[in-house]
């Protein structure tokens, strides 16, 4: 069955290109990137993982990680990292899932049967701490995603936990955010210290309160 919004992230246990990890303990009080490719020594996927090497620290000063997945082997995997390194100019500094069995492409329906029967489509999870799903995303083969907008989700679903705010379209880090609906005007007078702007009632906004 799909994945939906707010579902616990299926736990699992396998061999990566790190070791063997249990999904849930390897994640444990974190931020996981989980998203699967279609197959090894491809091009897009090449420019994929090597872009996605190059933003760990971006995600780890959000406190998150990556972990990609396909139904190759982990020797595919070792072997393809070199070609990712050479080509890209980033080792890949993250955990490859060995899922030749499918398992996890099964728990987390990654597979697509009337795009392709065999091979893994482009998912994205995010995951949060709490091990529940945030986001997903579902691309097709011929497509590379946009991993900088995984970071702004992320910036988007830390901020808007930790404020009574939405992030209105196309916002990053420092733009205005919009007030809740579910606050009165005086809730928001006494939680914004900055103040708001009443564009029509049901559309407020006010600086990013945590800037
Ligand atoms: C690619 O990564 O380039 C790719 C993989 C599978 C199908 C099409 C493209």
Known sequence: MAIRLGDTAPDFTANTTDGEISFHSWKEGEWVILFSHPKDFTPVCTTELG???????EFAARNAKAIAVSVDSVEDHNAWVGDIEETQGTAVNFPIIDDSTRTVADLYDMIHPN???????????????????????????STGRNFDEILRVLDSLQLTDGYKVATPVNWTQGDDVIVSPALSDDEATELFSAGFTTVKPYLRTTPQPNK
Do not use: E, G, Q
């Open 51 to 57: 872009y996605t090497a190059k933003l760990k620290d």
């Open 115 to 141: 795009a392709d029967n065999t091979l893994t489509v482009r998912s994205v999870f995010i995951i949060d701490p709490n091990n529940k799903v945030r986001l997903t995303l579902t691309y097709p083969a």
